[in-house]
């Protein structure tokens, strides 16, 4: 069973996680901010108020740890789903290495491995052929963000793949979910010729 976020979960982590390396102030609580500066300034207590002031400078500098982690799960599926490349989310302030965590980005050992001109196309075609050997081996539906969450490969990668087997016939693009309540287009489902939905 997978433990992925479905669709608008993945949209939702990303999304907090932009905001956040957007407008880190925007995830202030300044409600419970002046409370806590309130707090500290009522107690004469100096190890209460150093506690205080404490978690009131956490309160005005949120940790973006755990919407880095939300992102990390979620954007993997989210960018198969739409067709984002990893470039868009680096122009907009991701660094790549969470971009690498993410699964988006291959790690610098990986790149450095051998002739960068002649293997790079070599290992693309080698995840287009591995993402193709999944979908032709699955039964029902599914769309390209559960090919991502099954297969490695960039969102161009599984994208090329699918839409190289629609081409020979050998999948059928059936249209939008009809049953998308997400947010954004409804991502298109696809099922491999022969196989019942």
Excluded at 88 to 105: N, T, Y
Excluded at 124 to 147: E, M, P, Y
Excluded at 159 to 186: C, F, I, T
Aim: proline share 7%.
């Amino acid at each position: 069973m997978s433990t992925e976020p479905d669709l608008p979960q993945a949209e939702a982590a990303v999304r907090r996680y932009l905001q956040f390396l957007k407008d880190p102030a925007s995830f202030v609580d300044h409600g419970r901010l002046e409370a806590l500066r309130a707090q500290a300034a009522a107690t004469d207590d100096v190890i209460e108020q150093v506690k205080v002031l404490s978690e009131a400078h956490r309160c005005e500098h949120p940790d973006g740890d755990e919407l880095r982690a939300g992102f990390v799960g979620a954007a993997r599926a989210f960018a198969a789903a739409n067709g984002i490349e990893p470039e868009a989310f680096v122009q907009i302030g991701v660094d790549r290495s969470v971009l690498v965590e993410a699964g988006l980005l291959a790690t610098p050992a990986a790149k450095r491995r051998g002739d960068p001109a002649s293997d790079a196309p070599k290992a693309r075609q080698g995840r287009v052929d591995d993402v193709s050997k999944h979908v032709v081996s699955r039964t029902g539906s599914f769309t390209l963000a559960d090919i991502a969450e099954a297969v490695p490969g960039s969102p161009m990668t599984i994208r090329k793949a699918v839409s190289a087997l629609v081409e020979s016939g050998a999948v059928l693009r059936l249209g939008p979910k009809p049953d998308w309540h997400g947010q954004g287009r409804a991502p298109i489902v696809y099922r491999r010729q022969g196989t019942a939905g």
